[in-house]
């Protein structure tokens, strides 16, 4: 096996700014943790806890790795679903030292006897533990260091609400325009040493979904491409070609997102059908279509959620080369 080339993990760690100044896009949320953090420092304290919100690949990891480089602080990372007793957490917060900062991504996903220990722990940085069974059972608090806490989320609505007002700054962030991840895909091509015409640089920012994630993941596709089929340079036709060869077509479709619009169309007849059914016909589970494909279509309109089920728009149909499917009334009854 070939040792693994630290400085293409040095690269690959490049990707991600590491300063507000930086990054690129979320113009408001950047604004706002800024001037958090600025009053922090001026005042000697760490910061409020910060809960960043949105789709998966939008920057919330590389956020809360900015909060801890630009607070001067250490950064200790964990997840959700790797909190699933109050002693997981008891654990994490009792090892922080003063002022450092603790990523929980996916924090909606922790064990509900661990968010309630988390309530105390960010108001009054202190957890009380349990010593002993049944009557004998006492209670012990234990001071902790104070910390920032910045946690992430997908699926904010799941956040119960005394968690969530606990927060001193809640973050929304949202998808890029093509502007954007034309600077990210920009900067990202420098790092890796790409040579990206601007033809290209905005034929793979069409196709990312609006997520600087997708973006940068395209791009190591095509320099792939160019390294074996192009001598390094990246043309559009280029371009073009490792995208299909990827699966990835024009407007940013994939071979699920794909899948699910053609048995939505041509197998359903345009729906409404529910989404276990739905999920069934392509083979996948339903919380991976309905958290991995079902946003983006119906961001571009391609998809709709009826009472009744999910249903195809015309754009769908248009797009599947079956436009006059969407004219012939199929959407009468909806």
Not at 59 to 83: D, N, Q
Not at 219 to 236: I, K, N, P, T
Not at 252 to 267: M, P, T, Y
């Amino acid at each position: 096996m070939e040792p693994i080339d630290e400085a293409e993990l040095a690269i690959e760690g490049a990707l991600r700014p590491s300063s507000l100044d930086e990054f690129v896009g979320q113009a408001k949320v950047r604004g706002q943790l800024q001037l958090l953090l600025e009053a922090a420092a001026i005042q000697g304290r760490s910061a409020d806890h910060i809960l960043l919100a949105g789709p998966p690949g939008l920057g919330k990891t590389t956020l809360a790795m900015i909060v801890a480089h630009e607070s001067g602080r250490p950064l200790r990372m964990s997840s959700g679903p790797a909190i699933q007793h109050a002693g997981d957490l008891a654990a994490l917060l009792s090892s922080l030292t003063p002022g450092e900062v603790l990523f929980i991504d996916e924090i909606h996903r922790m064990a509900r006897s661990a968010e309630e220990m988390l309530y105390l722990a960010m108001e009054d940085f202190r957890i009380d533990i349990m010593v002993g069974k049944g009557a004998g059972a006492t209670s012990i608090p234990l001071e902790l260091a104070p910390f920032t806490l910045v946690g992430a989320t997908t699926r904010s609505g799941l956040l119960p609400n005394p968690l969530r007002d606990r927060f001193g700054f809640t973050g929304h962030l949202e998808f890029y325009d093509e502007g954007e991840l034309e600077q990210v895909i920009a900067r990202s091509a420098l790092v890796l040493g790409v040579d990206l015409p601007s033809d290209s640089l905005a034929e793979i920012a069409r196709r990312s979904r609006g997520t600087p994630r997708i973006a940068n993941r395209l791009l190591r596709r095509v320099r792939d491409y160019a390294l074996v089929h192009g001598g390094g340079a990246a043309s559009l036709s280029g371009v073009r070609a490792a995208l299909e060869l990827y699966d990835v077509d024009p407007i940013g479709l994939d071979r699920l997102d794909r899948a699910v619009l053609e048995a939505l169309v041509r197998r359903f007849r345009g729906g409404p059908v529910g989404l276990s059914t739905l999920a069934v016909a392509v083979g996948e589970e339903a919380e991976t279509v309905e958290s991995v494909v079902e946003p983006y279509l119906v961001r571009i309109g391609f998809l709709g959620r009826t009472p009744r089920g999910r249903v195809a728009m015309p754009e769908a149909f248009a797009h599947l080369g079956l436009a006059h499917h969407a004219e012939a009334g199929l959407f009468d009854n909806l």
